[in-house]
């Protein structure tokens, strides 16, 4: 594991008492999307947050992009990684986990475009006993590409005349895009069916929570492994809250090659175990037993 800013370090400055939040980025070999989700996160309206980007794997050239980041931010970005092994994202975040400095942590992935109040949004509606549930925006391939830096600073692909004027498709689903504008972000929140679940591209709770059950299950590929730490907190007594009209995030468009059929049914019976035992705390986790 590399780590380019020790957490002893970070504390030695003074960082821990000031932070709001830990943002953790997952990513994995998209140097181009993950440079679009940190111009996101430079354009944010909080500033009192970290950086911590939890790398499984990717090539040089995503530690020379981080590098290139690494003091625009208030804090300088953590970069934890470690090497090429399979889709093993479970592992990096826990590992990022450990490396945060403030006590309430937000997640979501190099792919995701966080809009300006992105940040704010988390910090509004964070609770004791809760944890926050996110949803995203997805964007097609030909908008994905042409997004620029301008285009995210000015928050161009947030409006949706302009997304529209790029070929996106009208629907329903642009309605997540304007309910505050329309003040009726509450009002979707509510109304919305889709469950409150841990999402690991827009979620976020109290890192004391996230301890207890120990983090990721480690064993878990893709497909799943971040709902069923979310309903370890549930079994645990943490609630959730929808934010999906609230903490916008754009995601680009990209293939998934790591998904496999054999790995989606092992996490179906890790996630289906915990569900019908209530399990609280993975041995398989953080802390290893």
């Not at 841990?198 to 109290?206: F, I, P, V």
């Not at 175990?273 to 986790?285: D, L």
């Amino acid at each position: 594991m590399i780590c380019t800013i020790t957490s002893d370090l970070l504390c030695g400055l003074g960082y821990k008492s000031a932070m709001k939040a830990s943002v953790i980025i997952s990513t994995y070999n998209s140097p181009e999307w993950l440079k679009k989700t940190l111009w996101g996160f430079l354009a944010q309206t909080e500033l009192d947050f970290e950086v911590v980007i939890a790398d499984d794997g990717s090539k040089p050239d995503t530690k020379e992009l981080i590098h290139q980041f690494s003091n625009q931010f208030k804090y300088p970005i953590t970069h934890v990684w470690h090497e090429d092994n399979g889709f093993q994202k479970t592992i990096i975040l826990n590992k990022a986990i450990q490396q945060t400095q403030s006590e309430y942590l937000i997640f979501t992935d190099g792919d995701c475009v966080p809009r300006c109040d992105f940040i704010a949004k988390h910090m509004e509606f964070r609770e004791k006993g809760y944890f926050l549930s996110g949803g995203y925006y997805k964007l097609p391939m030909k908008i994905s590409q042409d997004i620029g830096q301008q285009d995210i600073q000015e928050q161009k692909c947030f409006n949706l005349a302009w997304l529209w004027s790029q070929g996106l498709n009208k629907s329903l689903k642009n309605l997540k895009l304007v309910a505050t504008k329309w003040n009726k972000e509450a009002l979707f929140n509510t109304m919305t069916t889709t469950k409150a679940s841990w999402n690991g591209h827009n979620a976020s709770g109290w890192k004391k929570d996230i301890l207890h059950v120990n983090g990721f299950d480690e064993r878990m590929e893709y497909g799943a492994e971040d709902r069923e730490m979310g309903d370890r907190l549930w079994n645990y007594g943490i609630k959730s809250k929808r934010i999906r009209f609230s903490a916008i995030c754009i995601h680009l468009d990209h293939a998934r090659g790591y998904v496999n059929k054999e790995a989606l049914d092992k996490n179906r019976k890790i996630w289906n175990e915990t569900k019908r035992t209530k399990k609280i705390k993975t041995p398989f986790g953080i802390v290893k037993s």
